[in-house]
């Protein structure tokens, strides 16, 4: 997979609960991003980071935020879980200027996230 | 209208068919253009990768970019089983840019 993982891969929670998805790239990227995933809609861009502490919001960005404090690890948190975002949650990378991969994106297995 | 439109389908073809899988677009500043290949309950997968109008050939996928029409396509020759995935094509005006997805189409090659 590219050196990008997701944890968890399953998840079952309850409305109103936080929940935190992990994202773990060995690639050195600059650029990460979180997909959410849903029949009929694609794949919708919620947030995305461009460096350390570098981060800014995508199309359906409300109920989510994010962190980077590491290259190697992006993270996604639903502040208190609804059932609107049940979906599957894709994790990606992308490597900076010079690097000769400037505007692939390569993306994780997924997150199949189920908020009762 | 969207940025990006893919064909729904889903579309059935016999082992053997050729293929062909087109998105077309809206945004003229796009330059970059990419098929993913995402298997049933996977993430998705880098296809094909091309810069501006053209052919990419690569084993038994050709990518092909026609901007003057706002057209891209996948071919498929002698599809087999393994094919069937769900294709989605994206694209991109640039490194800073961020990626727009078409829809995404799901293949099936009938045995």
């Known amino acids: 997979d590219a050196g990008i993982t997701q944890s968890p891969r399953h998840k079952v929670t309850e409305t109103g609960t936080p929940v935190t998805l992990r994202c773990h790239q060995t690639?050195?990227?600059?650029?990460m991003y979180w997909y959410r995933q849903d029949p009929g809609h694609g794949l919708r861009l919620i947030h995305y980071?461009?460096?350390?502490?570098?981060?800014d919001k995508g199309e359906v960005s409300d109920g989510y935020s994010v962190s980077r404090s590491k290259t190697e690890d992006f993270l996604l948190t639903l502040e208190s879980a609804t059932s609107s975002q049940t979906s599957v949650y894709f994790c990606?990378?992308?490597?900076?200027?010079?690097?000769?991969?400037?505007?692939?994106?390569?993306f994780g297995p997924g997150t199949r996230l189920t908020v009762t | 209208q969207k940025e990006v439109e893919q064909d729904p389908g889903p579309l059935s073809v016999p082992e053997g068919a050729i293929v062909s899988l087109n998105c077309t677009y809206s945004n003229s500043a796009f330059q970059y253009f990419m098929w993913y290949r995402q298997y049933s309950r996977k993430g998705p997968e880098l296809l094909m990768y091309?810069?501006?109008?053209g052919n990419k050939e690569d084993g038994r996928f050709t990518a092909q970019v026609d901007k003057s029409s706002k057209y891209i396509s996948l071919f498929i020759r002698d599809s087999q089983p393994s094919d069937s995935a769900t294709y989605l094509c994206?694209?991109?005006?640039?490194?800073?840019?961020?990626?727009?997805f078409g829809k995404g189409i799901t293949l099936s090659v009938r045995p």
């Open positions: 091309t810069y501006s109008s």
């Open positions: 994206a694209m991109s005006a640039g490194a800073n840019s961020k990626l727009t």
């Open positions: 990606a990378m992308k490597g900076g200027p010079g690097t000769g991969e400037e505007n692939e994106q390569y």
């Open positions: 690639e050195n990227h600059r650029y």
């Open positions: 980071s461009y460096g350390v502490k570098d981060t």
